[in-house]
């Protein structure tokens, strides 16, 4: 089983910045996919941006230009710089990590969520 912990929501008003993270641990024999997704209050979870060894990067049209996702292989973390920030960006913020484990079976996992608030 994989954990996840985030950590770097806050509240910031607009124009700001912040940094999220994300840290697997656990049973992890190659992570194939890590992202991050929000979701605020009365709608759907959404992808924020993702990362992968093969495919790159992936960002949602709202956030392109704003945001930069991040990933240290050696610590299984993962980062979001987030810039610019707009109060449309407030939300609860999910890490996602899409791995294989020893026994090679694939996974997806959540962590807990962090809660980023953008003031006008």
């Known amino acids: 089983q994989v954990q996840l912990v985030e950590s770097g929501g806050g509240s910031v008003q607009a124009g700001g910045s912040l940094r999220l993270s994300c840290a697997a641990s656990?049973?992890?024999?190659?992570?194939?996919?890590m992202g991050w997704y929000r979701q605020a209050p009365g709608k759907q979870r959404e992808l924020v941006a993702t990362?992968?060894?093969?495919?790159?990067?992936n960002y949602a049209d709202s956030v392109k230009g704003r945001f930069t996702i991040s990933r240290d292989n050696a610590k299984n973390t993962v980062y979001l710089q987030m810039n610019s920030l707009k109060p449309e960006d407030t939300a609860v913020y999910y890490c996602?990590?899409?791995?294989?484990?020893?026994?090679?079976?694939?996974?997806?996992?959540w962590g807990q969520g962090t809660q980023v608030t953008v003031s006008s």
């Open positions: 996602n990590a899409k791995y294989v484990d020893h026994s090679l079976t694939d996974f997806s996992s």
């Open positions: 990362i992968t060894s093969i495919e790159g990067t």
């Open positions: 656990g049973s992890i024999f190659r992570i194939n996919a």
